[in-house]
């Protein structure tokens, strides 16, 4: 469902540049749970951003359903952000004047045919156990409801993929198993592709498989998780 | 809804939470900024409009009345006056008339303290003007500016009412080389005319109308008396103008065919025709203040631009955010423009009020003392369209330019600043 094809990220030029990626080859089947980890430094972000097209390759395709998406023109990008793609970001990525609910109905406002879209972001908030908040400001809510709000968010528009890039990185480990639950129960429940960045180890019993980058390049990917790496 | 509605409902909406949800002092800052901008784009057209309005009155109430009768070309005098006058009287509009019969007088003051022939003592040449009292009064206002002494009486004889300017003294604005150096009412003045008939004058009244360059500089006899210096058994029914006063709401446009229709021979004209050398300097005050109006505009399209911009560099973040998930960049380009719109109309209403409801109220109970006169604001429609229409295009500019910037950012660096 989406792969990539020689993808490079260079930051900078010169003596000075930096190459994040390196001709990263990966491919990813619908309603997978994927993790990408590594050490920090690795291009797990980097990786991430480019294939959510919130940064540019130096070099390289990504095809999703064979539509090759990194040669998209900005509009079109955004369209695809909008429609195919969710994202939860690490931290504080509500919008601080909207309410939980404005928050998660947001996306829809532009892509839905009518105004149905608030109930079911009421539904969703009901999903991530949120409807006695439906009202608040995130400045009234702890790290974690935050970040279920996010989720919430993330997939108001019933997105092909869905992109976490450290989603409990900044929470406590109650709210990182909450959140990290919601995660395998939309995946197992509702068939959603999830790729997540996280380095923490123990995150790998909830994924399908993990994808390691080191040095920029896939270290270990595509082969399925087996319990002696999980042990 | 097509999806320009839908991206255009989105602007609205996230510009709608930002303002209602934004630091309430920020937003009441904005707006007053925007609200002092637009006073000042009004206040100096207004008051340079105002000084337009205070000459012009000016010239209609103390020189010109509203029109002018003269006689034809190559003649001298408008005859049989006192047949012409009720004519005017009854036209539809006219609301009074009065006849001048104008000439010149070298006058003296002190006359007797001079040395020898050569010395010009206290004395000038100035325009003085025989008029009929009772019918000026209802047409000019000259009267009701005496500052000293009485004004004329139709069968006053010997007695002669001076503008400030001649008479001289501490109210006069000119030295006193140019005038008789302080005169004042019961004084005794001689005037020798221009063909060459000379006698005493008493001072009756002296008048300050503040108009400075024309009005304040006459001297004023009856009519009667001008008639008999000339040759009273031919100058009794001549005159060199006659003033006619409009009622009040009548423009001059729809009085002077009227009058032509009367069989008036000689030339008529409305008082503005008098008033080019006065626009002209006038019109120079315009366009200093239109220059003024311009660098006040600039300030404030700078001002916003400003305060805009720090807006949107402390939502950089979220502006980032919100492209990460797809919203479309000219809904949130829409929304800074939609605020930036706001801000301005809000300080457009506010100046608004602010210029009707505090700074015209009390100018016109506590007028500005300007050596002219009493001043007041005139604030026009037209300019106020005008300045708001200039305001929100400024905002709309000052709005779209941060915006767009932000936008052309990668997202990432929008974001996470790499």
């Given at each position: 469902?989406?792969?990539?094809?020689?993808?490079?990220?260079?930051?900078?030029?010169?003596?000075?540049?930096?190459?994040?990626?390196?001709?990263?080859?990966?491919?990813?089947?619908?309603?997978?749970?994927?993790?990408?980890?590594?050490?920090?430094?690795?291009?797990?972000?980097?990786?991430?951003?480019?294939?959510?097209?919130?940064?540019?390759?130096?070099?390289?395709?990504?095809?999703?359903?064979?539509?090759?998406?990194?040669?998209?023109?900005?509009?079109?990008?955004?369209?695809?952000?909008?429609?195919?793609?969710?994202?939860?970001?690490?931290?504080?990525?509500?919008?601080?004047?909207?309410?939980?609910?404005?928050?998660?109905?947001?996306?829809?406002?532009?892509?839905?045919?009518?105004?149905?879209?608030?109930?079911?972001a009421r539904e969703l908030l009901e999903v991530v156990g949120l409807t006695d908040r439906l009202q608040h400001y995130p400045g009234e809510i702890?790290?974690?409801?935050?970040?279920?709000?996010?989720?919430?968010?993330?997939?108001?528009?019933?997105?092909?993929?869905?992109?976490?890039?450290?989603?409990?990185?900044?929470?406590?480990?109650?709210?990182?198993?909450?959140?990290?639950?919601?995660?395998?129960?939309l995946n197992r429940d509702m068939g959603q592709t999830i790729i997540m960045v996280t380095h923490e180890p123990e995150d790998r019993k909830y994924v399908d498989r993990v994808i390691y980058l080191r040095n920029g390049a896939v270290d270990l990917g595509g082969a399925p998780l087996s319990p002696d790496l999980l042990n | 809804m097509t999806p320009f509605f839908k991206r255009y409902k989105l602007a609205l909406f996230l510009a709608f939470k930002s303002i209602i949800k934004g630091n309430h002092w920020t937003l009441a800052l904005i707006i007053a900024v925007m609200a002092f901008s637009f006073v000042n784009l009004i206040f100096t057209s207004s008051i340079i409009s105002g000084v337009m309005a205070t000459l012009d009155q000016q010239m209609i109430d103390t020189m010109f009345a509203n029109i002018v009768l003269s006689p034809e070309e190559n003649?001298?005098?408008?005859?049989?006056?006192?047949?012409?006058?009720?004519?005017?009287?009854?036209?539809?509009?006219?609301?009074?008339?009065?006849?001048?019969?104008?000439?010149?007088?070298?006058?003296?003051?002190?006359?007797?303290?001079?040395?020898?022939?050569?010395?010009?003592?206290?004395?000038?040449?100035?325009?003085?003007?025989?008029?009929?009292?009772?019918?000026?009064?209802?047409?000019?206002?000259?009267?009701?500016?005496?500052?000293?002494?009485?004004?004329?009486?139709?069968?006053?004889?010997?007695?002669?009412?001076?503008?400030?300017?001649?008479?001289?003294?501490?109210?006069?604005?000119?030295?006193?080389?140019?005038?008789?150096?302080?005169?004042?009412?019961?004084?005794?003045?001689?005037?020798?005319?221009?063909?060459?008939?000379?006698?005493?004058?008493?001072?009756?009244?002296i008048f300050c109308a503040r108009e400075m360059q024309r009005a304040d500089h006459l001297a004023f006899i009856t009519r009667k008396e001008m008639a008999s210096v000339f040759n009273r058994q031919v100058f009794y029914d001549r005159a060199t103008q006659i003033l006619v006063r409009t009622a009040d709401g009548r423009g001059e446009g729809s009085i002077i065919p009227a009058i032509k229709g009367t069989g008036f021979k000689g030339e008529v004209r409305g008082w503005d025709e008098y008033a080019g050398a006065q626009h002209a300097v006038i019109g120079t005050f315009g366009v200093i203040g239109s220059v003024i109006g311009a660098v006040g505009l600039i300030v404030a399209t700078i001002v916003m631009f400003i305060i805009i911009y720090i807006n949107v560099l402390n939502k950089k973040r979220q502006i980032g955010i919100l492209r990460a998930v797809g919203i479309p960049r000219d809904a949130i380009v829409g929304s800074y423009l939609i605020q930036a719109l706001s801000f301005a109309g809000a300080g457009i209403v506010l100046g608004f009020c602010l210029i009707n409801f505090v700074v015209h109220p009390v100018l016109a109970a506590f007028p500005i003392d300007l050596p002219i006169g009493p001043l007041n604001l005139k604030v026009e429609m037209g300019r106020m369209v005008i300045?708001?229409?200039?305001?929100?295009?400024?905002?709309?500019?000052?709005?779209?330019?941060?915006?767009?910037?932000?936008?052309?950012?990668?997202?990432?660096?929008?974001?996470?600043?790499?």
């Open positions: 469902m989406i792969h990539t094809s020689n993808l490079h990220k260079t930051y900078g030029h010169g003596s000075g540049a930096v190459h994040a990626l390196k001709g990263v080859e990966l491919q990813i089947e619908t309603g997978e749970f994927v993790a990408v980890m590594g050490r920090s430094g690795s291009g797990k972000s980097t990786l991430l951003r480019i294939l959510g097209l919130l940064d540019e390759p130096t070099q390289g395709d990504i095809y999703v359903d064979g539509i090759n998406i990194a040669r998209l023109p900005e509009r079109k990008k955004a369209k695809f952000r909008l429609n195919k793609f969710g994202f939860v970001f690490q931290e504080h990525s509500l919008v601080s004047e909207l309410t939980v609910l404005e928050n998660v109905y947001l996306p829809a406002i532009c892509s839905s045919h009518n105004n149905e879209y608030i109930e079911y702890s790290g974690g409801e935050q970040q279920r709000v996010a989720i919430a968010r993330s997939i108001v528009n019933k997105p092909k993929i869905l992109f976490a890039d450290e989603p409990t990185a900044s929470l406590d480990e109650e709210s990182s198993h909450i959140v990290l639950d919601l995660f395998s129960r | 003649e001298y005098y408008i005859e049989k006056v006192d047949e012409l006058l009720p004519k005017l009287e009854q036209l539809d509009g006219v609301a009074a008339v009065s006849a001048h019969l104008n000439s010149t007088a070298f006058i003296e003051y002190r006359w007797k303290e001079k040395l020898s022939q050569a010395d010009r003592g206290k004395s000038g040449t100035w325009s003085v003007i025989g008029i009929d009292p009772n019918n000026e009064i209802n047409v000019t206002s000259i009267h009701e500016h005496l500052v000293e002494g009485q004004y004329l009486d139709n069968n006053d004889r010997d007695q002669v009412l001076l503008g400030v300017e001649v008479a001289g003294g501490s109210r006069s604005q000119t030295p006193d080389f140019l005038n008789l150096g302080g005169v004042h009412a019961g004084d005794k003045v001689r005037l020798t005319f221009e063909n060459g008939i000379m006698r005493e004058y008493t001072v009756k009244g300045s708001a229409f200039a305001l929100l295009i400024a905002s709309l500019m000052a709005g779209l330019v941060p915006a767009v910037t932000v936008m052309r950012e990668n997202i990432t660096r929008t974001i996470w600043g790499v």
